[in-house]
């Protein structure tokens, strides 16, 4: 089409067709500033998210030794050790998750009380250690099938007993009953559980710290900076 035709079509004169000309370049003109807006947008998003990555990174690539983490968690386990009672050493050990290991609080809040009546991996340990001793000095037939059947009995048992003193005998009667022990087995229980039972509830509160700082690390609940404080 050319020029007459198009002023034709369109009844535009020549100062018309300037106007036209005009509005084109100034939309062209818009269209590129937006353009370059838009970029620059995208530009800062990105260096953005770059250093957020950067310093997020670089908070999980803290890492404690094994006597830095033991500085942080011992005040814990000596004073469950001390007073025999996990009650004692609640507040203290909350507070020491939070403020020392750096797990968020609200993590800390729901996973410390629940951890501590479901997590006891020493005290199911120390049972079935305990268990197969006494079949031994006992003289009772064994199989490794009833090995495994006392495995997850103990593990049971302990998942379901509160971790109050005295009431892990429960699960010491109710493994002795299912596998035929004599009743007086229940009395060298009783001992075991005694000696064994203090040293176990902290054991258990010390693993419990450390896989609360695990998960939380895994799930991003976990503040590197605040565990070389």
Known sequence: ??????????????????????EIDSRLETIRIERENRLRIRLSMEEALLRMRDHFGEEKQVTLTIAERWANVRPVFLKTLRKGSLDASFALSEKVCVQKLGIEKHFVTVGLPHGLVLFMPISALGTLV???????????EVS???YLMVLVLATLLFVATPPVP???LLAYAALFVQFG????????????????GIFAAAANQLLLEMDLTLQASRIGLLDGRMQKK
Request: net charge negative; aromatic share 16%.
């Open 166 to 168: 005295g009431a892990n």
């Open 130 to 140: 305990f268990t197969m001793y006494t079949a031994s000095v006992y003289h009772l």
């Open 144 to 146: 490794p099938a009833w």
């Open 181 to 196: 022990f004599p009743s007086i087995a229940l009395i060298d229980a009783m001992i075991f559980d005694i000696i064994f």
């Open 1 to 22: 089409m050319n020029t007459d035709s198009f002023r034709q079509t369109y009844a535009l004169d020549g100062a018309g067709i300037d106007q036209l000309s005009e």
